[in-house]
Structures are given as structure tokens and as C-alpha cells.
């Protein structure tokens, strides 16, 4: 399985994002789909977490905020990102964790300006 994120960008504080990450290849269940974000210096921080029985868990920092889904038709795992803050402001990578197995896509800069 091959992911590709897209959707990032400069937004201003309060505005929105939306991320998408694309899936290439059948992603096989039971199946865990996550966004990530790091900045420089800190670890890796979960952002997001849905799985194939639609469960989500998202980080308190971004809860009421961000919402992750899935779209089976387009096979992607998307990050609707609202009311964006300055400490929103990162990298965002998606991961699926499949049947044991662990896919990284590349990372998408998102920058909220204040």
C-alpha cells in the first residue's frame, strides 16, 4: 500500500483545511488509519485515529475541531482541520497500520499564521 497526503497549505488562525491521503492499494482489514503531525524538535504527536469499524479518537488539543473519515470509494483517509490555530502549525503524515504491517505517507506542511 502506497499513501500520498495532499491538502496542506497557509491558512490564517480560525480558518480551515482539509487533508486527503490517498491509499494505492487494498488496504486490508482489520486495519487502523491515523494523521500524525511533528514539528521540529518534538515527537510524533496522534492526531487522529479511525478504524475500519468507524471508530474515531482524536487528540484532546484537536477534539470538537478536527474530524477524520474515511471514503471507500475514493480510498482515501481524510482530516477535515476547523477553527485552525497557530499551534495546529506542523507536519502532517497519515499511517495505516494493516494486519501488523505499517504504511507512511509523506508529510504535508500545514502553517496557520496568527
Known amino acids: 500500500v502506497q499513501l500520498q497526503a495532499s491538502g496542506g497549505g497557509l491558512v490564517q488562525a480560525g480558518g480551515s483545511l482539509r487533508l486527503s491521503c490517498a491509499a494505492f492499494?487494498?488496504?486490508?482489514?482489520?486495519?487502523?488509519m491515523h494523521w500524525y503531525r511533528q514539528t521540529p524538535g518534538n515527537e510524533r504527536e496522534l492526531v487522529a485515529q479511525?478504524?475500519?469499524?468507524?471508530?474515531?479518537i482524536y487528540a484532546d488539543s484537536v477534539k470538537g475541531r478536527f474530524t477524520i473519515s474515511r471514503d471507500n470509494s475514493k480510498n482515501t483517509i481524510d482530516l477535515q482541520m476547523n477553527n485552525l490555530r497557530s499551534e495546529d502549525t506542523a507536519v502532517y503524515s497519515c499511517?495505516?497500520?494493516?494486519?501488523?504491517?505499517?504504511?507512511w505517507g509523506q508529510g504535508t506542511q500545514v502553517t496557520v499564521s496568527s
Open positions: 492499494g487494498t488496504i486490508a482489514s482489520p486495519a487502523l
Open positions: 499511517h495505516v497500520w494493516s494486519r501488523g504491517d505499517n504504511y
Open positions: 479511525i478504524g475500519t469499524s468507524e471508530k474515531t
